[in-house]
T-cell receptor, first 113, second 110 residues
């Protein structure tokens, strides 16, 4: 099994619909992150969480919300999807040791029509 | 927020050629990371750099942490078709937050 699992892998949804992207990890790390990837813009941070009771906004949190249901689970929601939220979304985890890099999931490709 | 300028944005090279890409920032980073993203997958860590001036190799890949702590370089020697993908630099600041460059898309012609 992958260390970081994202579901679904692909999703097409209509404008105005609510959608949830899920992320689960088996690494036992406390720190979890949601990133959005657009061509030429790299990965931009949406939200992050350092433990179950900790939620923080990232660079581009407007239009998104998150829930840290357990240490291993971190979900991202679009309450009312709009077309410019069409993007590739990645979940990442990181250990507390400063020398650990981030481990990414395989991504969710979301299309809002 | 912090900005990382990564160049070039894309490269189309012949198999066997060497590749160079770099990242520059207006801010200092404590750690520089280089990732590769294959189509349909998430980024995978290639090299991590922890000290200014550090030069680290991973097979045909060599990366350097700039002495000013505001830049980093990645070189790939003798490119092969499986080197195709998007390469990202990323800087980790004192608050342990990661900032990504815009990526370099590498295409290799056999």
């Amino acid at each position: 099994d992958a260390d970081v699992t994202q579901t679904p892998r692909n999703r097409i949804t209509k404008t105005g619909k609510r959608i949830m992207l899920e992320c689960s990890q088996t690494k036992g790390h406390d720190r979890m992150y949601w990133y959005r990837q657009d061509p030429g813009l790299g990965l931009r941070l949406i939200y992050y969480s350092f433990d179950v009771k900790d939620i923080n906004k990232g660079e581009i949190s407007d239009g998104y919300s998150v829930s840290r249901q357990a240490q291993a689970k971190f979900s991202l929601s679009l309450e009312s999807a709009i077309p410019n939220q069409t993007a590739l979304y990645f979940c990442a985890v990181r250990g507390n040791d400063a020398y650990y890099g981030y481990t990414f999931g395989s991504g969710t490709r979301l299309t809002v029509v | 927020g912090q900005q990382l300028n990564q160049s070039p944005q894309s490269m189309f090279i012949q198999e066997g050629e060497d590749v160079s890409m770099n990242c520059t920032s207006s801010s200092i980073f404590n750690t520089w990371l280089w990732y590769k993203q294959d189509p349909g997958e998430g980024p995978v860590l290639l090299i991590a750099l922890y000290k200014a001036g550090e030069l680290t190799s991973n097979g045909r890949l060599t990366a350097q942490f700039g002495t000013t702590r505001k830049d980093s370089f990645l070189n790939i020697s003798a490119s092969i078709p499986s080197d195709v993908g998007i390469y990202f630099c990323a800087g980790l600041n004192a608050g342990n937050m990661l900032t990504f460059g815009g990526g370099t898309r590498l295409m290799v012609k056999p």
